[in-house]
């Protein structure tokens, strides 16, 4: 094997440190003796589907066109689902000679595609008959109950019976990765552990607080996701290059503040009457509107069908949100940290595609771009929230590439395959 990818989604590199230090996750203890981690910075929004599709693809969002979970479609006010129809960017198990591969819940991979290999489909997936390429393995997967996503809505029956159910899934895809490792030789295996993400959605208050009861729940779920980076590791020799990623890091939510309010209370964004508003009630005079987390379109004459906004006002009006923003107060707690421009943080061809400010959540505070503008400060039982800073990047191994010093996702290929990535920047 030339390389095994382990994604720990969710996991902030401080937190990996500490939990090594602590005896929480003793494989990782050592683990981390053997190569080098550091601070990884996430995609921009930090949402795990532009960054998974960047540790895959070694592409911004402007190279491979993923831009959130949610987009809408080119010319129109219709909202769709991205998916792994969205990539326009080959991922490393695609690419000529990458040779057979063993790929395991990658969000973003949805609806599995034809491989040198076998690729089962992390979230968002629908339907585990449409995420598992090829399809006879589909039946053993079934048979041991396999889920692409724990059952969230579980949270409600109480935080214990959510955290059963994390585990159960976990258990279920670690016997699923080591069942097909077994069957042959492979040259790549991917697979990622995402039930931390939903812990520290739900979790991380307890986390913080070390005489919550759930507290050591918490403790307990990451030792066992050391537990299966043990057997992890235990199957991997010295000639295998090793790389651990997660997708973003997490902090302590709050305030979950809902964009699109913020605009309509500005006089920017305009709705015709809705029992179910969505982003075709948008009227002409609209300004700029809001998508998930924190992406700012502007309502471009041309770009969507009743756009007025032409160029000559695009300046003025970037520079009157970016203001808006930056002074926006909610119960007296900041909005955002910062707000960026579209066009200084992505490349590539699909950068036109990209939204015109990205809005940078301050600290406790999340950003919803939901058009149901009933509440500025959105109900949730959600607490943590994803990061921009202190994604986790991981690496052992022979021939690797130079490590940036300032890591992003879309340097990871570069890293752990230099050489294949020289060779595909020459082709183009």
């Not at 981390?32 to 949402?47: A, D, I, N, R």
């Not at 592409?59 to 769709?80: I, K, P, Q, R």
């Not at 995402?194 to 913080?208: A, P, S």
Request: charged share 20%.
């Amino acid at each position: 094997m030339k390389l095994f990818m382990l994604g720990i989604d969710g996991l902030p590199r401080w937190m990996w440190q500490q939990f090594a230090a602590s005896g929480v996750m003793p494989h990782s203890a050592k683990l981390l003796q053997t190569g080098t981690l550091m601070p990884m910075k996430s995609s921009l929004p930090e949402v795990s589907s532009a960054a998974w599709a960047s540790i895959v693809t070694g592409e911004n969002s402007g190279g491979h066109n993923v831009f959130g979970f949610t987009d809408l479609m080119d010319g129109s006010y219709t909202l769709g689902f991205t998916s792994s129809r969205t990539f326009r960017a080959k991922p490393f198990w695609a690419r000529e000679g990458a040779g057979p591969s063993l790929i395991m819940n990658v969000p973003q991979t949805y609806p599995a595609q034809p491989l040198d290999g076998m690729l089962v489909s992390g979230f968002v997936a629908l339907d585990l008959k449409r995420a598992v390429y090829p399809s006879e393995q589909l039946s053993w997967l079934q048979s041991i109950n396999y889920a692409v996503d724990a059952d969230m809505s579980l949270i409600e029956k109480g935080k214990q019976r959510f955290v059963d159910e994390l585990r159960r899934v976990m258990t279920a895809r670690c016997q699923a990765l080591h069942h097909h490792w077994d069957r042959q030789s492979w040259q790549n295996i991917m697979f990622v552990f995402t039930g931390t993400d939903r812990l520290n959605h739900y979790l991380w208050e307890d986390f913080e607080d070390s005489s919550s009861p759930f507290h050591q729940t918490f403790l307990d779920y990451y030792h066992e996701v050391d537990r299966q980076i043990g057997y992890v590791l235990d199957r991997l020799d010295d000639q295998t290059t090793l790389c651990a990623v997660s997708d973003h890091g997490f902090a302590s939510q709050r305030l979950s503040v809902n964009v699109n309010c913020l605009l309509a209370e500005a006089g920017l964004l305009r709705l015709r009457a809705s029992d179910r508003p969505s982003y075709i009630d948008m009227l002409p005079e609209t300004k700029a509107f809001a998508m998930d987390p924190g992406r700012i379109y502007l309502h471009r004459q041309g770009r969507y069908p009743s756009g007025l906004v032409n160029a000559d006002e695009s300046e003025a009006l970037l520079q009157e949100l970016t203001a808006l923003f930056l002074t926006a107060k909610v119960n007296g707690q900041p909005v955002a940290a910062e707000v960026l421009r579209g066009k200084d943080v992505y490349s590539g061809p699909f950068a036109h595609r990209a939204p015109d400010l990205i809005v940078m959540p301050a600290k406790d505070v999340a950003l919803s771009g939901r058009m149901n503008l009933s509440a500025l400060i959105e109900p949730t039982a959600i607490n943590g929230k994803h990061t921009y800073e202190e994604s986790s990047f991981f690496v052992r191994g022979r021939n690797l590439g130079e490590i940036p010093e300032e890591m992003k996702v879309e340097n990871v290929l570069d890293v752990i395959m230099p050489a294949h990535q020289q060779q595909l920047r020459k082709a183009a």
